[in-house]
């Protein structure tokens, strides 16, 4: 199973993590950055967070070779708190996101989320929901269609693709991958496929809209800044730029000094924020890393601290 993890180290290294620490991976995976989190807390423990069956199989193999101090629960990190309520943890020294698709699920063929292989229309992340992205190209309205390729793709064609998409569908539905590539390219000026597959950004929304991907995250970030402890940290990984878009502004949020006070020599500790950026701007991959992994080049790691 071939999977790189992004800003490994970078991530890693943010989270100050002690070897009593108590970690949560919000998004297991293939099990690279808990593999590297539970070789640094053999003391402490990890709670790991996925809705795919099939990576919580091989995580949980990989990461049995490393300790048993860990816990893998099948559900959406926006349920985070109350799984781990349940579990009787109330505070946590440090979280970890990795937002978006794993490398094995874009490149395997069966789960549809590709626009290189031929697969049945899925991008589901957890094959046990309904909505998949089959119900979304063959029923959703021209305007919904619309709507979301604007949305989640940020793509100037969306009406275009949309209509073609509804166009196509009346005579039988869409069921593959490439079936729909090729619609979508009817939707798209020939010049304009020239230096980009004109089907990344339509993937990418009909992806985010089967999974919530940005519904879910600015409620699990609050949960993450709740179960803090002082001095624990938050570190996010994006990979586009919606999903950094909501957690800079989240965390920018999160950080401002109350505008009441802004600018005076000594501020009461009353109205200074909770939580501190660890670092003011984004830290991106290295070249070496973009060229050793070319995924990780649209990649952003963000990180906040609890001060008080």
């Not at 069956?53 to 990461?63: G, K, Q, V, W």
């Not at 586009?240 to 401002?256: A, C, G, I, M, W």
């Not at 009441?260 to 950026?277: Q, R």
């Amino acid at each position: 199973m071939k999977h790189i993890s992004v800003l490994l180290q970078e991530s890693i290294s943010s989270l100050n993590l002690k070897e009593n620490s108590i970690v949560v991976d919000a998004t297991l995976g293939y099990g690279g950055h808990s593999s590297n989190i539970l070789e640094r807390v053999n003391k402490g423990y990890l709670f790991a967070f996925d809705q795919d069956s099939e990576a919580i199989r091989y995580s949980t193999d990989r990461l049995n070779k490393i300790g048993t101090n860990f816990t893998i629960i099948k559900s959406n990190f926006v349920n985070m708190k109350e799984e781990l309520n349940k579990r009787d943890i109330n505070k946590v020294d440090a979280v970890l996101f990795d937002l978006g698709v794993s490398s094995p699920q874009l490149d395997d063929e069966n789960r549809g989320f590709s626009f290189h292989n031929d697969a049945r229309l899925d991008m589901r992340m957890d094959r046990d929901q309904k909505l998949s992205a089959y119900e979304v190209v063959n029923e959703y309205s021209e305007q919904d269609l619309s709507r979301i390729f604007y949305k989640y793709g940020e793509d100037k064609f969306s009406k275009s693709i949309a209509r073609k998409i509804v166009e196509y569908r009346k005579n039988k539905p869409i069921e593959t991958t490439l079936e729909l590539v090729e619609v979508i390219k009817s939707g798209v000026p020939m010049k304009y496929r020239i230096n980009k597959h004109p089907a990344r950004q339509i993937f990418q929304a009909i992806r985010i809209e089967v999974n919530h991907e940005l519904d879910v995250i600015e409620p699990a970030l609050s949960q993450a800044l709740e179960l803090l402890n002082v001095g624990g940290r938050v570190a996010v990984i994006t990979f586009h730029s919606l999903e950094d878009r909501l957690v800079k502004n989240y965390f920018k949020e999160k950080t401002k000094v109350d505008d009441k006070v802004k600018g005076m020599p000594n501020i009461p500790d009353e109205y200074l924020p909770d939580f501190k950026l660890v670092v003011n701007k984004a830290i991106i991959p290295s070249d070496e890393e973009i060229e050793n992994n070319p995924r990780a080049r649209s990649s952003k790691l963000r990180v906040i601290e609890r001060i008080k």
